[in-house]
């Protein structure tokens, strides 16, 4: 059985005691139908010390959630919204039931990567020449405050 959702996406959890909170998926287990928020479902774990030299206490984790419990915040619209499925160049693909935007991260970045190509070659070898100006800025003036500091002590003797 699969998820509707995973790992790396942002979430809402829509019920239980951490209702209204939300946080990226750390791990999806679809065996179980579960899933692990960051910073949500905070489990205490006591722990003694069971070798010399080695301490105890109380460690925190996240624990595991049922997946029916989160819905994904779309990334284009900002809204916590279900799942869609298509067909996009041949691909299933999870899409928006709110906006209709794609929710997988690879769809998108390569449709952007196409629209962005000629651009960024220009862009890079800009930033290339305000980087080499900017190093042989900072090389200037650490010389001169060297010299201001020769300067001084001469003026003391």
Wanted: aromatic fraction near 2%; hydrophobic fraction near 30%; charged fraction near 35%.
């Amino acid at each position: 059985m699969s998820l509707h959702v995973k790992k790396g996406d942002n979430v809402l959890v829509i019920t239980g005691k951490d209702k209204n909170k939300t946080g990226n998926i750390i791990s999806a287990n679809p065996s179980d139908n579960t899933v692990v928020v960051a910073g949500v479902n905070i489990i205490s774990k006591h722990q003694k010390p069971r070798k010399a030299g080695e301490k105890g206490g109380i460690n925190k984790y996240e624990g595991k959630i049922d997946a029916s419990n989160v819905q994904i915040i779309c990334p284009v619209c900002g809204k916590a919204t279900r799942v869609a499925y298509a067909t996009i160049d041949g691909k299933k693909v999870r899409v928006c039931k709110k906006c209709g935007e794609s929710l997988d991260s690879k769809a998108a970045k390569t449709t952007k990567k196409e629209a962005v190509k000629p651009e960024a070659k220009t862009t890079k070898a800009a930033t290339t020449k305000k980087a080499t100006a900017k190093t042989a800025e900072a090389k200037e003036p650490a010389k001169k405050a060297t010299k201001k500091t020769t300067t001084k002590k001469s003026d003391k003797e």
